[in-house]
């Protein structure tokens, strides 16, 4: 039996001191010796030809080592993958004959020193050839406007309908029908450390090694056939990332063009985006979307059926098609009992950035649209929206629950979840306050949103977009647990740290699996190809931490604790059953004075062996174990197209409460409470501040953060002068309240936490931005909601 001593507790991060004194490894932290930089040359325009492109005065200006191109790409190099749509184009890290958006980059230029690259982007001779620009998903998904590629013969991208249950006759059967058309533009999580890549090749012993800041290493297959070096030749190494948000896709690329680069140069080639550059790469975006849901209900407030259909606009490539669409099955019924959905997608091409996987991807998305129609539909039918929201919950007794779609969701308790945050953030109270305000004339509202907590996502859905169901592999996480002869020990695994205390609470979950002190547990902190248990699935991303990450590590260290326990057996003459470890220890159960130290188990397992009795017989040397996992539930869909989407399913109730300047149309919000229940929690410090981050985050997008770009495909938002971003001192006060349903298959009952409080925080808002104008019969079905457009409704009310 696993004692729980650690596990539980509020750490501080261990990691928190070498960020804190400037010891934190970051990608552009690495120098070596005869290091040169690269520069990348990129478009002016949104949509061209290129017609010429003369490097021949860029190669004189001194300092200059080398240039490389698009079209020279097509014939030393390959392609990169993607989805089953990319079987039909080819793409490369440079634009090849036409660029597709502004900033796309179409060579790239290596000197001495990054001044001399920068400065030799002036002396690139470029001649365009304008094209039509197209910028409006709606527009594309029309069949309207140019085309950005050629060989798709259409700007869809990709085109899908999904069904479950009977939507035609529950919408016929239905007493209301509510429906609304939403719209959510771009955004991102502008990670503080902006991509880069180091790579160095020696063509001695054919090595290429890479240092990098990407989340996973997912490119290792494409970085070698790309560079004609075989993977076993490959070593990529990962230190610390300074966030990771899922914006990070344009790293595979750049492993590429600075591998290449090295190639070519024969010396160490280093590049680092500055802030505009970020602001534009591939993958820095999240997408937009363009949505019609409506929602069939009876009288009496019971839900019946979704109708949804989906354009999300997917920027300049068909890299990502389809996935946007996918991940919105996630949580498309959220919290609530809905017989049948219907679902059509559209994934189109516009002359914008190629959009990435910021922070929870369509989630927070699909949670706006569907608590937004909640909330219509008990104004509709007179009803609080708290006793709507009560009536439709999933219920205990009902778990595991499959939703249409065949989410399995194997438990909690979401209406224990919901009532908790009433409670605790005192609703009652709220709505005396807001009558009284609503008396002396002031606009104070209260919002209410929910939904699940998603983690670990299931690649199986690829089939759902046209992959085929025998190339879809597992998502496989490694670990190796290491007890050394000194009793001290070592973890490495396949995450990437990002910020997210793994080092900190893996070091918890290790400490109690091997009833050792957290202090004698040490979390490597970096991920290195040529020490660490990778796959080519390794990395962070999809909230797949608490899953299967924890599951590598959780069965290395029960690998590792079986072999202790069956040395401490011997040496105190007792059966293995009987053996327990805590506090740095093996002990008898029924006579826990009967005790031998982990130090002294170790000893025996690498030192005590001649002559001597301390090793049982078949027990191997030495106290290291490696353990790869994968979550039981990843399945391709089944013949109705259902599929879990995700892995673990928490869930959540999130509160808010504002009040609106009459004058000026600003929202304060003067509350914010969240009520969160991510199974065994590990770290409740760590969960609050991965919570605070979120909801942060989520509020700024709420209230004014978006890409903004003209008719012509020009980023109007390139700086964090023009770029809605709030700082520390913008920050509100979120309440957080833990619950805990454990995972009933998921390694110490840990659900994911990485993605999740993002998802409710729009429509809390827009929920009680909404209730505070309720005078002026606004409805909220766009985000940003700025100062702007709150005063105009107000005046447009009076």
């Known amino acids: 039996m696993v004692v729980r001593k650690w596990v539980g507790k509020s750490i501080k991060r261990r990691e928190d001191p070498r960020f804190l004194t400037g010891k934190g490894t970051f990608v552009d932290d690495f120098r070596l010796q005869d290091m040169c930089y690269a520069a990348f040359l990129r478009s002016p325009y949104a949509h061209a030809k290129i017609r010429r492109l003369d490097v021949s ?185 300074g966030g990771g948000f899922g914006t990070r896709h344009v790293s595979r690329e750049l492993m590429v063009l600075t591998a290449l680069l090295s190639i070519k140069t024969g010396r160490p080639v280093k590049y680092v985006e500055d802030r505009k550059e970020m602001m534009i790469s591939t993958g820095n975006q999240s997408h937009g979307g363009i949505y019609e849901l409506k929602l069939a209900l009876r009288k009496d407030g019971t839900f019946l059926a979704l109708r949804l259909k989906d354009i999300t606009d997917e920027g300049a490539s068909p890299s990502g098609a389809g996935q946007w669409f996918a991940i919105k099955l996630t949580n498309i019924t959220g919290l609530y009992k809905i017989k049948s959905v219907y679902y059509e997608g559209y994934s189109v091409l516009t002359n914008l950035s190629v959009a990435g996987s910021d922070r929870g991807l369509g989630k927070p998305h699909m949670a706006f649209m569907l608590e937004r129609l909640v909330d219509l539909a008990a ?29 399995i969701i194997d438990g909690g308790d979401f209406t224990a979840t919901f009532r908790k945050a009433l409670e605790m953030v005192n609703y009652k ?109 390794s990395g962070t991303a999809g909230d797949l931490y608490s899953s299967i990450y924890l599951g590598a590590a959780v069965t290395a260290a029960r690998k590792v604790r079986e072999k202790m326990a069956r040395i401490a057996a011997s040496m105190l003459d007792t059966s293995l059953e009987e053996i327990e470890f805590v506090d740095g220890k093996a002990f008898v159960k029924d006579s826990p004075q009967r005790s031998v130290a982990v130090k002294d188990i170790a000893s025996a397992a690498y030192h005590n062996v001649v002559g001597s009795p301390l090793l049982p017989e078949g027990v191997d040397l030495g106290l290291h174990e490696a353990a790869y996992f994968y979550a039981p539930q990843a399945h391709p869909p089944d013949e109705k197209n259902r599929i879990s989407c995700h892995y673990t399913y928490g869930n959540q109730t999130h509160v808010a409460v504002v009040e609106v300047d009459r004058d000026t149309g600003r929202i304060n919000i003067l509350k914010y409470l969240v009520a969160h229940d991510s199974g065994t929690i590990i770290n409740p410090m760590t969960i609050d501040g991965q919570v605070h981050g ?92 700025t100062s702007e457009k709150v005063w105009s409704w107000i005046h447009r009310g009076e």
């Open 57 to 241: 005065r860029v190669l004189e200006r001194p300092g200059v080592l080398t240039v490389i191109s698009g079209e020279e790409l097509v014939h030393i190099s390959e392609p990169q993958p993607g989805r089953a749509v990319m079987e039909k184009v080819k793409e490369y890290p440079l634009a090849v004959e036409k660029v597709g958006y502004q900033g796309q980059p179409l060579a790239a230029v290596v000197a001495t020193t990054r001044g001399l690259a920068e400065d030799a982007l002036d002396d690139f001779d470029v001649e365009y050839e304008p094209l039509e620009v197209i910028v409006d998903p709606e527009e594309a998904a029309s069949g309207n406007g140019p085309l950005i590629m050629e060989e798709l013969g259409s700007n869809v991208a990709w085109h899908g309908v999904l069904q479950y249950g009977e939507p035609d006759e529950d919408f016929a059967e239905a007493d209301l029908v509510v429906e609304e058309k939403f719209k959510i533009p771009r955004y991102s999580s502008t990670a503080l450390e902006p991509n880069g890549c180091v790579a160095s090749y020696d063509h001695v012993s054919d090595m290429l090694t890479v240092w990098s800041n990407a989340q996973t290493i997912q490119g290792i297959p494409w970085l070698s056939r790309a560079t004609k070096i075989p993977p076993s030749r490959i070593r990529i190494i990962i230190g610390d990332l």
């Open 379 to 407: 104004k509709k039918l007179n009803m609080d929206p708290v006793e709507i929201r009560l009536k439709n919950f999933v219920q205990p007794d009902q778990m595991p629950y499959t939703t249409p779609s065949g989410n």
């Open 429 to 537: 109270h709220w709505m005396r306050e807001r009558e009284k305000a609503r008396h002396e004339g002031r606009l104070l509202g209260i919002g209410i949103a929910c939904n699940v907590d998603p983690g670990g996502h299931n690649p199986g859905r690829e089939v759902l977009l046209g992959g085929d169901p025998k190339a879809i592999t597992h998502r496989v996480a490694g670990a190796v647990v290491r007890v050394d002869p000194l009793g001290k020990v070592a973890v490495l695994r396949s995450a990437v740290n990002m910020g997210t205390a793994h080092e900190t609470s893996l070091a918890q979950v290790m400490a109690d699996e091997l009833g050792v002190n957290y202090d004698d547990v040490y979390v490597v902190p970096l991920l290195d190809t040529y020490s660490s248990p990778w796959t080519t699935s």
């Open 694 to 785: 979120h909801v942060s985050h989520f509020i700024s997008v709420a209230l004014g953060e978006q890409y903004v770009y003209d008719e012509e495909g020009q980023l109007l938002t390139s700086t964090f002068a023009d770029y809605f971003k709030p700082t520390a001192v913008d920050s509100i006060d979120v309440d957080v309240v833990h619950l805990e349903t454990p995972s009933t298959w998921a390694p110490i009952g840990a659900k994911a936490v990485g993605e999740g409080p993002t998802i409710p925080v729009m429509p809390a808002i827009a929920s009680a931005v909404e209730d505070a104008l309720a005078a002026y019969n606004v409805m909220v079905t766009e985000i940003p909601i």
